[in-house]
């Protein structure tokens, strides 16, 4: 399945990205981590912990929605792979997450940006494996 | 409620920036890494804006002379600098996960909001996913101090 190159609009959602990052981190002194964030919301310390996480989920969700309404037709969602793929990459991720600490928004962005060696090397290893991955899958399988 | 109402606003604006990005289509994710085939290049430029903003915005909030968060208490940042098997273990796995599925959990939060049903998979085997590792460490944690005693 062939996507559109959109430099642009890919440009432009990175720089909100980068923006709501440091917003987080001016406001709660926070890591705008997908992964530590979602732990942090299944398994609350307090209640006070819990609440600025609820509400930055509750955003995040609010985005498609609002962007529905606006423009009048919902974002690309494009699925090229099965449910079961879905269903064992989802497992892998949530696996490999936890034990890695962070993912594409946590150490690919928020560490990489504090130049953490942890985060650079995190980093640099998912995006080797994923690679590999998409080719296997890909070009060994035929998937 | 300020507090949460500007939160609110935060996750708004990462959500939209996911969206538009690019980030929480898996067509487009997998082809970013897909250079041998229906290659995407567009990635590079979310983490590169994303960067771009977020170095010198971190490095001025955590440069104010009060040293705190405008609603916190204090500044939390990973203190652990040292690189170990478990960090590159963990990435390594992530990125097999990211390349079967083609989203990862920044990608699938705001996405949750669109009711696709890849989407709510995803999340479910994520969520799952996170508490069978948290289990494991916990085991893995309580045999190494039932070790040590």
Known sequence: MTTEFTPFLSLFGGLLIGSSTVL???????IMGATGVLAGFLQPTSASDWSWRAALLAGMVTAPILMTVVTGQPPTIQVPVSTLMMIVGGFIVGVGVTYGAGCTSGHGVCGMARFSPRSIAATVTFMIFTAITVYVVRHVFGV | MLRIISTYLIGLVFGIGIMMSGMANPAKVLNFFDVFGTWDASLI???????????????LVVARPAGKPLMGEAFHVPQNRKLDMKLIAGSATFGVGWGIAGFCPGGALPAIGTLNPAVLTFTAALVVGIFTAKFTQNLTARRANSAAA
């Open chain 1, 24 to 30: 987080l981190m001016l406001t709660l002194g926070r």
């Open chain 2, 45 to 59: 430029f979310v983490m590169g804006g994303a960067i771009l903003v977020a170095a010198p915005g971190y490095w």
